[in-house]
């Protein structure tokens, strides 16, 4: 009796599960269509101070759309710890925005899904042309020969910002161009509580960036010509030594740096306790710290001062934020003069300017507000010394498992464990063994 | 199950005055325990009346001054009020209906005889062990379909959490109370079905009110699952339906972490349930020893 | 599992063991015997829809909010449902125990790492459980008299367990920091225990740090459960011991710590469960980076999900964790049943 009331159960159970089952799948494939002319959803990154400071910084900008065109835009501004989730909730159940913020490096690995909208020549022929646009940054936008899955919105690089007081107090004139110069430099500035430079070790997405960077310059590249990781190269692994040695071995790091994944580094360059600090567009930052804009200068990021061979003459990622549209959204055609709203030049001026980024749209650079000393250090370095992270679908997991990596290298060697190359290699393989799909 | 002897009188070990070697370990003991329990506590009240440079730089016990900005800043800061009321509103109605869909249960599980009755509880006491990592996402996806096929939207709004954490609580909620019912003589519902009252008379006027204290702790315990709950609010809600769970984050912006405000806000956002906890536990501790501790 | 009656009230079934001969209902010991006694329950009651429609609300909530998604998930763990599938996951292969091959596979990295994983958060709940059930031991029979500012000092204690966890783990975090944090204010610059501040939220001390706010949080639980079982015990079985001359040590050894024993098999359970599926403190003190030495299972799993995206293996890993913990539940309460009935018998 029992039996087969259990048996009844479950397969009450399994028949409803069955019923979700085939239900989820569905809806989520449809392409997109005007039902809803009137409204647009709109998920923004956050990009300001805080998420308030995002709210009142894109406000006006959506109500001109608004007035413009009558489409009402709900705004939602999403922290970036969710950020990803939500749009994997989206992606899964095709429930969610109709254009959506995405950090450029995640272009492949959406894409890949193929949930966004493509931009193909005629979208972008809809749009204004592709040819309005940053060839560096549009070239973060999705896998080589696709269709780009996204356009850009904001462009950032890296920068080194140095205090011209400590500099001055150390007797160094001019900001280091080279790693060994930062070291040197960095060693005379570190002393009693201050260090020369300050980073954030236990970050997954500013390690990552760094690993690109000396990746680059070390000639690693971290995935072959078809997509697969190629982490734990004898290349890479020197790559990698050479930043986490900032703290290991080159003592121009703090030691609790290594737990710092909340932009305390920000804070501690703000606040005098260290000399340097490579960041991306950190004006408007600094300033909501305290810190006065004649207090510190910005150079471009270093090179090697002997490029090993195969080393590439690069020292930033092309940073920035994407545009994207789902393709399963009811108003394909509010989205498409939304982002043609957004890309265009007066509101690429205001909403660039606001953030401390440099616009993606070239007619938009010439403005006054990207003629300061630290806009003109990201745009030439954004110009000529550039590059995308790797554009390919498992460059996710390149974040991920390498970011990890080196955050438990820079545990490592902040407990005062010897880092060596070895060491490096291993937790570099460790990463590559736990790649997936 | 078990077999302790109902409790005759308050227990106490003895009437005479203890040994000293009793006295020594329980002042030792209890210091000990007192310091690790309060030390967190001590250090977020403390930190919530700090300026922000005090908490940005090194650790001290005492404030270098005392200020109430962080209790006034932490409103403007982030939509806390908002939160706020949304956590009100969640918590609130998920435990409501919580303890009503439990009554209901347990007293059906503690007065009939039916079939699947094993079947029923067994199922919804292992349900406690569900990761709930692992629904997350298909209970996301089903709410998602409920809404694309009804028209009823789960997803994003508050009835989908509220629907979501009461289901949480059920389990230990219905053991708990089938558990009370059972120690409320049967002789009392019965004695109200012959006087005429239908099943649901003598449950509304016999059964619960004779369950007031177990009722109580199932209420706090319901409350307390909703209000802390981070995983599914920080997936399920959007910018209008966000709780505090998830908007305390707000504090840790782009440029810096707002500590002060933050423990500030941390201990505003617990003082409801500690109050509410602490007060009850006295019904809390009733509940446990009638109920589920056997 | 645990809703058998007790006591000197009518066990209202024999455990579910009633009801087996048809659709009557009130065929069981319970309701045989209250017939004796009193006058029946009227026959239509015990028979027919009444229970089930009582049971209707909660029944409906279950299967929609865990028992459905649940079954999702175990479909969706029999397919290969990564990134290139999220978006319509209708279509996703089917790879049948392809993901279960992955993840029990301790010599791959993926299963090696799920192993590590396992470990630790087996170490992690013994240790957590164990502490807890003894802090929560010690205090409640500690606290059992009577005593001057013990009502205020049972406040203080069950805070902690109060607390939402967010705002716990969250002044933890700040506590815990290496450079600003108020333990290493404790441990290094007023104690001077160690030459360096070390660090708790990374390396291998994090593992510690995750026990003590696990403990921090879940004894007060202990306390509570413990602090209610004592109340139970009638005050004459003290008496009579102390008759017989016993001491209150030997009291608490003979009387105190034997009563409670079969709260104990369900206290030590449910923390067990607790702390074994806990996500909330790691995720909210790591985030989404936690160090080797604290790569708790559900963050494991969180992190294959949503980290990579790879549901079908996340989903497949979630099972073998409920599979496991169904495992241990059973063996647990067979082990401690038979060992209680032995012992009563």
């Known amino acids: 009796m029992r039996r087969t009331r259990r048996a009844l159960a479950v397969a009450v159970t399994a028949a409803l599960a069955a019923v979700a089952a085939t239900g989820c799948g569905g809806g989520s494939t449809d392409a997109g269509s005007n039902d809803e002319p009137d409204k647009l959803t709109y998920w923004a990154s956050n990009q300001g101070t805080s998420i308030e400071n995002d709210e009142e910084v894109l406000k006006p900008v959506l109500d001109a759309f608004t007035e413009e065109t009558g489409i009402e835009v709900d705004l939602e501004v999403i922290p970036w710890d969710s950020l990803l989730d939500r749009i994997l909730t989206a992606t899964a159940s095709g429930e969610g925005p109709d254009v959506l913020n995405i950090g450029n490096t995640w272009s492949a690995s959406l894409q890949a899904t193929g949930a966004l909208l493509q931009f193909d020549e005629e979208t972008f022929a809809r749009i204004g042309g592709a040819d309005r646009f940053v060839p560096s940054a549009l070239a973060a936008t999705g896998a080589e020969g696709q269709d780009p899955a996204a356009v850009p919105l904001y462009s950032l690089a890296y920068a080194l910002y140095y205090n011209k007081q400590m500099f001055a107090d150390a007797g160094i004139e001019t900001p280091p161009t080279t790693w060994e110069e930062l070291v040197e430099d960095g060693q005379r500035l570190t002393g009693g509580d201050t260090y020369g430079l300050a980073v954030e070790g236990a970050s997954i997405p500013e390690n990552t960036h760094h690993a690109f960077v000396f990746g680059q310059q070390h000639g690693a590249d971290f995935f072959d010509a078809e997509g697969n990781a190629t982490f734990d190269t004898p290349e890479a ?34 606040g005098g306790k ?153 937790r570099l393989h460790e990463a590559q063994q736990q790649v997936t799909g | 199950m078990a077999d302790t002897a109902r409790a005759t009188g308050r227990a106490r070990r003895s009437p005479t005055a203890p040994p000293p070697s009793f006295v020594w370990t329980r002042r030792v003991v209890l210091t000990l325990l007192s310091l690790f329990a309060a030390a967190p506590i001590y250090v977020m009240l403390s930190s919530s009346l700090k300026p922000l440079r005090d908490v940005t730089g090194e650790f001290h016990w005492l404030p270098s001054g005392l200020t109430i900005r962080p209790y006034i800043d932490i409103w403007h800061t982030i939509p806390l009020a908002h939160y706020f009321v949304n956590s009100l509103i969640v918590a609130g109605c998920a435990t409501l209906l919580s303890v009503a869909v439990a009554i209901f249960a347990a007293y059906a599980v503690s007065r009939y005889r039916f079939r699947g009755r094993r079947v029923f509880t067994v199922t919804v006491l292992s349900t406690q062990m569900f990761p709930g990592i692992l629904f997350l996402l298909p209970l996301f996806l089903l709410f998602v379909n409920i809404g694309n096929t009804t028209g009823v939207a789960l997803y994003g709004s508050r009835g989908g959490l509220i629907l979501t954490y009461l289901t949480f609580s059920l389990p230990f909620s ?35 009110p004779a369950a007031v204290p177990g009722i109580v702790a199932v209420a706090v315990y319901a409350f307390m699952t909703a209000w802390g709950e981070v995983l599914f609010a920080s997936v399920m809600t959007n910018k209008t339906t966000r709780t505090l769970a998830v908007g305390l984050q707000g504090y840790a912006t782009q440029t810096e972490v707002y500590w002060n405000q933050l423990m500030a806000a941390s201990l505003v956002v617990s003082v409801p349930v500690v109050a509410g906890f602490l007060l009850l536990q006295r019904f809390l501790v009733a509940g446990l020893t009638a109920g589920s501790v056997k | 599992m645990t809703t058998t009656a007790t006591g000197n009230v009518p066990p209202p079934a024999g455990a579910g063991e009633a009801g087996g001969t048809g659709g009557t209902g009130k065929s069981g010991p319970g309701a045989r015997r209250s017939a004796r006694r009193r006058p029946r329950l009227p026959g239509r009651l015990g028979r027919g829809a009444l229970p089930y429609l009582f049971l209707l609300p909660a029944l409906v909530l279950e299967l929609l909010i865990h028992l459905t998604p649940m079954v999702v998930g175990v479909v969706m763990s029999f397919r290969e449902l990564t990134r290139l599938y999220i978006h319509n996951w209708g279509e996703a292969p089917w790879s049948g125990l392809d ?247």
């Open chain 1, 237 to 270: 692994a020197e790559a990698i030594k050479q930043y986490i040695d900032f703290l290991a071995a080159d003592g121009i790091v703090a030691p609790g740096n290594a737990e710092y994944a909340q932009n305390q580094s920000l804070a501690d360059f703000a």
């Open chain 3, 99 to 345: 993901n279960y091959r992955v993840a029990v596979d301790f010599d791959g990295p993926l299963g090696e790492s799920l192993l590590h994983s396992f470990l630790v958060t087996c170490l992690f709940t013994v240790v957590s459980v164990g502490l807890s059930w003894l802090l929560g031991t010690a205090a409640a029979v500690l606290m059992q008299d009577r005593f001057r500012g013990r009502g205020l000092l049972r406040a203080l204690f069950l805070t902690p367990y109060a607390l939402p966890v967010y705002a716990a783990v969250i002044t933890w975090a700040f506590v815990l920091q290496r450079d600003n944090g108020m333990l290493n204010h404790i441990v290094h610059d007023q104690l001077g225990l160690t030459d360096q501040p070390p660090f708790w939220l990374i390396g291998d001390n994090a593992f510690f740090s995750l026990v003590v706010i696990s403990v921090w949080r879940n004894w007060p639980f202990a306390f509570l459960i413990l602090t209610a079982a004592l109340q139970n015990i009638p005050r004459e079985v003290y008496e009579a011991a102390q008759i017989d001359g016993a001491g209150v040590w030997q009291q608490i050894r003979r009387i105190t710590l034997p009563s409670v024993r079969p709260v104990n098999q369900v206290l030590v359970l449910v923390l067990f469960l607790w702390t074994f599926n806990d996500f909330n403190v790691p995720y909210l003190l790591f985030g989404k980076a936690a160090p080797d030495s604290a790569d708790l299972i559900s963050v494991h799993i969180y992190d294959s999900s949503f980290g990579t995206w790879n549901f079908g293996y996340g989903s497949a890993m979630s099972v073998l964790l409920l599979l496991f913990l169904l495992l241990v539940t059973a063996v647990y309460l067979v082990f401690t049943s038979r060992g209680r009935r032995a012992e009563d018998g």
């Open chain 2, 174 to 208: 219905i053991w708990m109370l089938v558990g009370y019912f059972d120690s409320i003589p049967r002789g009392l519902d019965e004695a109200a079905l012959i006087d005429g009252c239908g099943p649901a008379g003598a449950l509304f006027r016999v059964v619960v």
């Open chain 1, 274 to 426: 260290a000399a340097m600090l490579l960041w991306q567009a950190a004006g408007t930052a600094l300033e909501h710290q305290g810190m006065d804009p004649d207090a510190y200068g910005i150079a471009p990021v270093p090179f090697q001062a002997d490029p090993p061979e195969g080393g590439r003459q690069v020292n930033s990622m092309v940073a920035g934020i994407n545009l994207a549209v789902f393709q399963n959204t009811d108003n394909l055609d509010g989205a498409l003069d939304f982002v043609t709203y957004l890309t265009s030049d007066e509101v690429q001026v205001e909403l660039n300017g606001a953030y401390g980024s440099i616009p993606p749209v070239l007619a938009a650079q010439d403005a006054p507000e990207f003629a300061t000393e630290e806009r003109a250090v990201l745009r030439q370095t954004l110009a000529d010394s550039a590059a995308p992270l790797p554009q390919v679908p498992a460059e996710d997991q390149f974040e991920t498992l390498v970011g990890t990596a080196m955050a438990d290298l820079f545990a490592d060697a902040a407990s005062g464990n010897e880092v060596t190359l070895d060491s490096v290699r291993q």
